[in-house]
């Protein structure tokens, strides 16, 4: 979304990052969400005994939001109505770098504590085993339930008329946003596991599920890159910024969507493999210690 202005044609990165606003309805709820983190972050560091690990947490949320402002304030929703690869840059920030970046640094317990005394108690309570949104997000976080709508999410909003009505109305564009990356959140909850619900799925089983993942995401960004027609006509009337036609343009997106989103998933993959390794190798440990003799006296 542009905030209603129209930026002067430009053809320099340098002009790019500096276009900044913090007035439209996704940075105000960024700002918002933002700063109840920190507030919740201090009010729990200040009540509770604080390690490395704790604040290696805080830094992985601060780094998630920075992501989130540069998408959300900063120059991708700035030019995301004029700009397709602009636009796509956005869509994999939020979705395949801050949801699972927030993930991992597990915010909750700051959220809650960033509530009044009697909202927490009663927050507290909703998230234990049996309180209704533990339910619901165990029901929602299952593998054949998360894998789909993130995916299915994913297509919906890049059929052409969706993604036209989301450029045209600031409101169905800031719904957009919403669903990716709560969908996001969703996906990538089975293969980071934060509480309140640890995930189930073993090292094996996560690395089978993002390849699962892999090809319908390449597909899509494959068809948009190749294609030699013009999508998203949307685009046809702006601004050609660094000189790029309106093809051109598209290609670039699809691009970003099909390399960096790759490239996330396979660095995951990696991670896993290796922890998976690790994992089997102090299982070996364990089994031989156990099966070795103990040593005879002298």
């Given at each position: 979304m542009d905030g209603g202005s129209e930026p002067d044609l430009i053809d320099s990165f340098g002009e790019f990052v500096s276009a900044w606003d913090f007035s439209s309805p996704p940075a105000i709820i960024f700002l918002l969400l933002a700063g109840v983190?920190?507030?919740g972050s201090i009010r729990l560091a200040m009540r509770s005994d604080t390690d490395s690990d704790y604040w290696s947490k805080v830094a992985a949320s601060l780094f998630g939001f920075v992501l989130l402002a540069i998408s959300l304030a900063g120059p991708l929703d700035y030019y995301s109505g004029e700009l397709f690869a602009s636009h796509m840059a956005q869509h994999i920030v939020i979705?395949?770098?801050?949801a699972p970046l927030l993930l991992m640094a597990r915010p909750m317990p700051a959220y809650i504590w960033a509530l009044p005394r009697p909202i927490r108690i009663g927050a507290g309570t909703a998230l234990t085993g049996?309180?209704?949104i533990v339910r619901a997000l165990r029901a929602l976080t299952r593998p054949v339930v998360a894998l789909p709508l993130f995916i299915g999410t994913l297509y919906v909003w890049?059929?052409?008329?969706?993604?036209n009505s989301s450029l045209e109305n600031?409101?169905?564009?800031l719904f957009m946003h919403f669903t990716?990356?709560?969908?996001?959140?969703l996906f990538w909850w089975p293969i980071v596991g934060p509480p309140p619900i640890r995930t189930q799925l073993s090292y094996p089983q996560r690395i089978v599920y993002l390849l699962l993942a892999v090809t319908p995401t390449a597909l899509l960004a494959a068809i948009i890159t190749l294609t030699n027609s013009v999508l998203y006509e949307f685009y046809?009337?702006?601004p050609g910024h660094f000189s790029w036609s309106t093809?051109?343009?598209?290609?670039v997106g699809g691009l970003f969507m099909w390399i960096p989103g790759n490239f996330v998933y396979l660095a995951t993959m990696t991670v896993l493999f290796f922890k998976w390794f690790g994992e089997e190798e102090r299982k070996s440990s364990r089994r031989n210690s156990r099966s070795r003799p103990p040593a005879r006296r002298q």
């Open positions: 983190y920190v507030i979705a395949m770098f801050s049996s309180g209704v890049h059929i052409p008329e969706a993604y600031d409101w169905v564009h990716m990356f709560t969908t996001a959140v046809l009337d702006q093809g051109e343009d598209q290609r």
